[in-house]
């Protein structure tokens, strides 16, 4: 009997030309029927949001390649499960990514990328977002700066379709890879969310006919120390790759009984 083909579904946030997704569907083509649906625009640090406000529309680049003209990672997601796949086949797997820089801590509240696996979990389907950290020396002419990523999600894709996926519904892994060549990175290590210190950055500019307007600014890049588990900062801070278990339950449980008394 001929082996069943595992589908895998391919989202991201920094749009259907990134190189960086297009170095994850090279990698992933040998172990499934890849199909993408990717956003036409970077939709970078729009959460988990879904169009509601107008109408959405494919449009095929090639076989299996989509864009979605103009949506986000969650729009990608919910509509290509509800509509490029039949009800009862949906994929395998959703990987989201390869987002160009690190989702680590707090910020992946804010991550697209992290939202088209949120969407998929969700929607029943196990889901990984996978992010690459970038330093100043990395460069898309050096030939090797997805490289230790695509070879991690390959890794970590087989040992799910050889055994099975390690959550429990309603959870999924969030990956992050160190600026590092394969041959540098220590390893890897399960995580925490780390935890960022923001700031409130925006520059303001007047126009020309003299209507003030804003920039958001940069994000802050420190972080807290934290304590016990080794938290995803941390892990690539060392060298190492972070995967941490995320999961939509965004109850403070710890505190019910507190509040219980409280109110």
């Known amino acids: 009997?001929?082996?069943?083909?595992?589908?895998?579904?391919?989202?991201?946030?920094?749009?259907?030309?990134?190189?960086?997704?297009?170095?994850?569907?090279?990698?992933?083509?040998?172990?499934?029927?890849?199909?993408?649906?990717?956003?036409?625009?970077?939709?970078?640090?729009?959460?988990?949001?879904?169009?509601?406000?107008?109408?959405?529309?494919?449009?095929?680049?090639?076989?299996?390649?989509?864009?979605?003209?103009?949506?986000t990672p969650t729009d990608c997601v919910f509509l290509a499960l509800h509509k490029l796949y039949e009800a009862n086949y949906h994929p395998d797997i959703v990987i989201s990514g390869i987002n160009i820089g690190a989702n680590m801590g707090e910020d992946i509240t804010?991550?697209?990328?992290?939202?088209?696996?949120?969407?998929?979990?969700?929607?029943?389907?196990?889901?990984?977002?996978?992010?690459?950290?970038?330093?100043?020396?990395?460069?898309?002419?050096?030939?090797?700066?997805?490289?230790?990523?695509?070879?991690?999600?390959?890794?970590?894709?087989?040992?799910?379709?050889?055994?099975?996926?390690?959550?429990?519904?309603?959870?999924?892994?969030?990956?992050?890879?160190?600026?590092?060549?394969?041959?540098?990175?220590?390893?890897?290590?399960?995580?925490?969310?780390g935890s960022r210190v923001y700031t409130n950055d925006a520059d303001s500019h007047i126009n020309p006919r003299g209507v003030e307007y804003f920039w958001i600014g940069l994000v802050n890049h420190e972080w807290r120390e934290t304590t016990g588990q080794i938290s995803d900062v941390g892990a690539v801070k060392s060298g190492f790759v972070s995967i941490t278990p995320i999961h939509l339950d965004m109850t403070s449980h710890d505190d019910i009984r507190e509040l219980e008394s409280w109110i």
């Open 1 to 71: 009997m001929k082996k069943d083909i595992k589908k895998i579904l391919i989202t991201n946030d920094d749009g259907f030309d990134s190189p960086a997704l297009l170095a994850l569907i090279k990698a992933l083509k040998p172990l499934g029927e890849v199909t993408t649906v990717a956003p036409t625009l970077e939709k970078s640090a729009c959460g988990h949001s879904l169009t509601l406000t107008k109408p959405l529309r494919f449009v095929e680049l090639e076989k299996g390649f989509f864009k979605l003209d103009d949506g």
């Open 110 to 193: 804010y991550s697209g990328t992290a939202s088209g696996a949120m969407e998929a979990v969700l929607q029943g389907v196990p889901a990984i977002a996978i992010s690459q950290d970038f330093s100043d020396d990395m460069s898309e002419r050096d030939g090797w700066e997805y490289k230790l990523a695509t070879e991690t999600i390959v890794k970590v894709v087989k040992k799910i379709f050889d055994g099975s996926f390690p959550l429990s519904p309603r959870k999924f892994l969030n990956i992050n890879i160190p600026a590092l060549k394969p041959n540098e990175c220590r390893g890897i290590k399960i995580t925490k969310t």
